[in-house]
């Protein structure tokens, strides 16, 4: 199985911050690696797919880069809407697997 | 507006089953593989099982494996999942999420159901 390592687990930051989130595979993926935010009590939204591609309707401060095996969230100016906790996913093979998640929270 | 409806959870004991339905509207849910993914209390995503478009394909995480059966019905714009001999660590909320032409991503998800495995 590919093991997802997601880092920071959490984070506190400021609005207007910049937030990276890094995400690394334990084996080669090539870009075969999504994003999702979950806010509480909510199902999962896809942010990002296949590493870098903005999913519709999602704003343009979130962009993800990497491949194979280390890849990146950025957030380029962190709004309130934004505190929440993001998920990494491999789509490479099965079984599918995510990161074990990052908590972003208000500093 | 696309939209996934899962229902069927509830607390049963252990050993017992139950089966989650996820009802798909707004849009041609024959033409999309489908996935279950659980998320237990306070803890992150695991994804479940994977059912291709007609149903003839499936894949299983290992921890549920000979124990839970993904299907479909095209007819009913339905998805499904038996849950057989559950155990306390399949506590958790699952959801049905839809898979783009099988990338293996899951876009949109439902608002889930919690299963609750107890005596």
């Known amino acids: 199985d590919i093991q997802m390592t997601q880092s920071p687990s959490s984070l506190s930051a400021s609005v207007g911050d910049r937030v990276t989130i890094t995400c690394r595979a334990s084996?080669?993926?090539?870009?075969?690696l999504n994003w999702y935010q979950q806010k509480p009590g909510k199902a999962p939204n896809l942010l990002i797919y296949?590493?870098?591609s903005l999913q519709s309707g999602v704003p343009s401060r979130f962009s993800g880069s990497g491949f194979g095996t280390d890849f990146t969230l950025i957030i380029s100016s962190l709004q309130p809407e934004d505190f929440a906790s993001y998920y990494c996913?491999?789509?490479?093979?099965?079984?599918?697997?995510f990161g074990g998640g990052t908590k972003v929270e208000i500093k | 507006e696309v939209q996934l409806v899962e229902s069927g959870g509830g607390l049963v004991q252990p050993g017992g089953s139950l089966r989650l339905s996820c009802a798909a509207s707004?849009?041609?849910?024959?033409?999309?593989?489908m996935h279950w993914v659980r998320q237990a209390p306070g803890k992150g995503l695991v994804w479940v099982s994977r059912?291709?478009?007609?149903?003839?394909?499936?894949n299983y995480a290992d921890s549920v494996k000979g124990r839970f059966t993904i299907s479909r019905d095209n007819a009913k714009n339905t998805l499904y999942l038996q849950m057989n001999s559950l155990r306390a660590e399949d506590t958790a909320v699952y959801y049905c999420?839809?898979?783009?032409?099988?990338?293996?991503?899951?876009?949109?998800w439902g608002q889930g159901t919690l299963v609750t495995v107890s005596s």
């Open positions: 999420a839809r898979d783009p032409h099988g990338r293996n991503w899951f876009d949109p």
């Open positions: 084996q080669s993926i090539g870009t075969f």
């Open positions: 996913q491999q789509s490479y093979s099965t079984p599918l697997t």
């Open positions: 059912i291709n478009t007609d149903g003839s394909s499936t």
């Open positions: 707004g849009f041609t849910f024959s033409s999309y593989w």
């Open positions: 296949a590493a870098s």
